[in-house]
C-alpha cells in the first residue's frame, strides 16, 4: 500500500504552512499520485535557452502502467526527472498528491522523493560489495528498526522470486536476477510509483518480458504505478498509456513507431 504522506508532522507546528491549504480542490479527494499541468523546463547554458518540455499535460493514478517514448533530446529524462521530484518546472504547476511541490523545501521534496517514489535503471547500479538482501536493505540502512528492514526485504526478494538468492552478490547474479534485486530494493519504502528508465535496456527479450510480467504483477499486488522511459517497442505495447514526446511536446501516440521505438 501507498504510505499516506499528505500530513507531514514539520507542518503541523503552530503557524505552519499547512499542506491542506495548499493542495488544489481537483486532486482533492481522487487518487491521482501525481499531475502536471502546463509543465515548461527551460534549462539556461550561458546565453542560451533550451526548452526541453514546451507546456505539458500529465498524470499518474495507482496501479498505472505509462511508457514514454520518443527520440533522442525529446525531453523524456527531464519528464522523468520531474516526475522523480528530482527537478521541479520552470512554469505550469506538479503536484503531488494535490500539493504543488514548488512549495516543498528542498529537504520536504527528498522526503517526499523517499516515500513516493521508487528507482530502477538499465545498469541496475547495485554495490557489488553487498548482497541481494543487504542491497535492497541499503535505502533504510540508518533506520531506527533494522529487523523489521530486515524482514522486508527478505519478503520483497521472495516476492521477486529470489528468496534462495539472499547472500549471493551481484556478480553471482544473472542481469535478469540483478534487475529483479533492483527492483526489490526500488520497493522497500513502499513506493507508489516505480520510474523505470530503460529497465529491460541491459537484457535478452525473454528475460525482459519477465520484468514486465513482475511489474504487472507489482501493480495489481502492491497498486504501484510503473512509468518508464524505453526504446523498445516491445515494452512500450505492454503499457496502458503511452507518452510519445517530440521536441518537448506530447504527440499522438500513434506516431510512436516513427519516433525512436525500435521493433525486436
Ligand atoms: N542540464 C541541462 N542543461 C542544458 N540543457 C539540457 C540539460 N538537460 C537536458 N538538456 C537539453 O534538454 C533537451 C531534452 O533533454 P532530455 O535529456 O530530457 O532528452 P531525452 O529525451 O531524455 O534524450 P535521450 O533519449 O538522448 O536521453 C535536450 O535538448 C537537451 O540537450
Given at each position: 500500500m501507498a504510505p499516506d504522506i499528505s500530513a507531514p508532522a514539520e507542518t503541523d507546528q503552530?503557524?505552519?504552512?499547512?499542506?491542506?491549504?495548499?493542495?488544489?480542490?481537483r486532486d482533492a479527494g481522487n487518487?491521482?499520485?501525481?499531475?502536471?499541468?502546463?509543465?515548461?523546463?527551460?534549462y539556461q547554458t550561458g546565453?542560451?535557452?533550451?526548452q526541453a518540455l514546451k507546456g505539458i499535460d500529465f498524470s499518474i493514478q495507482p496501479s498505472d502502467f505509462?511508457?514514454?517514448v520518443g527520440p533522442s533530446g525529446s525531453g523524456k529524462s527531464t519528464l522523468l526527472n520531474l516526475l522523480g521530484l528530482l527537478d521541479v518546472p520552470t512554469r505550469g504547476t506538479v503536484r503531488l498528491r494535490g500539493t504543488d511541490v514548488s512549495t516543498f523545501s528542498?529537504?520536504?521534496?527528498?522526503?517526499?522523493?523517499?516515500?513516493?517514489?521508487g528507482f530502477v535503471f538499465q545498469s541496475f547500479y547495485l554495490i557489488p560489495t553487498l548482497t541481494a538482501l543487504e542491497n535492497v536493505e541499503m535505502p533504510r540502512m540508518l533506520d531506527r528498526t533494522p529487523k523489521k528492514t530486515r524482514e522486508?526485504?527478505?519478503?520483497?526478494?521472495?516476492?521477486?522470486?529470489?528468496?534462495?538468492?539472499?547472500?549471493?552478490?551481484p556478480d553471482e547474479l544473472s542481469g535478469g536476477q540483478k534487475q529483479r534485486v533492483a527492483i526489490a530494493r526500488s520497493l522497500i519504502n513502499d513506493p507508489a510509483i516505480l520510474l523505470a528508465d530503460e529497465p529491460t535496456g541491459n537484457l535478452d527479450r525473454e528475460t525482459g518480458d519477465d520484468i514486465l510480467e513482475l511489474f504487472d504483477e507489482l501493480r495489481a499486488e502492491e497498486n504501484v504505478a510503473v512509468v518508464t522511459v524505453t526504446h523498445d517497442a516491445y515494452v512500450a505495447e505492454e503499457a496502458d498509456r503511452v507518452?510519445?514526446?517530440?521536441?518537448?511536446e506530447i504527440t499522438d501516440a500513434d506516431e510512436a513507431e516513427s519516433n525512436g521505438v525500435v521493433e525486436q
Open positions: 503552530p503557524g505552519a504552512d499547512r499542506e491542506e491549504d495548499r493542495q488544489s480542490p487518487d491521482v499520485i501525481i499531475r502536471g499541468e502546463s509543465v515548461v523546463k527551460e546565453a542560451q535557452t533550451v505509462v511508457a514514454i528542498d529537504g520536504d521534496r527528498t522526503t517526499k522523493r523517499k516515500h513516493t517514489i522486508r526485504a527478505k519478503q520483497l526478494l521472495r516476492r521477486v522470486g529470489l528468496g534462495d538468492r539472499l547472500d549471493h552478490y507518452v510519445n514526446l517530440v521536441d518537448g
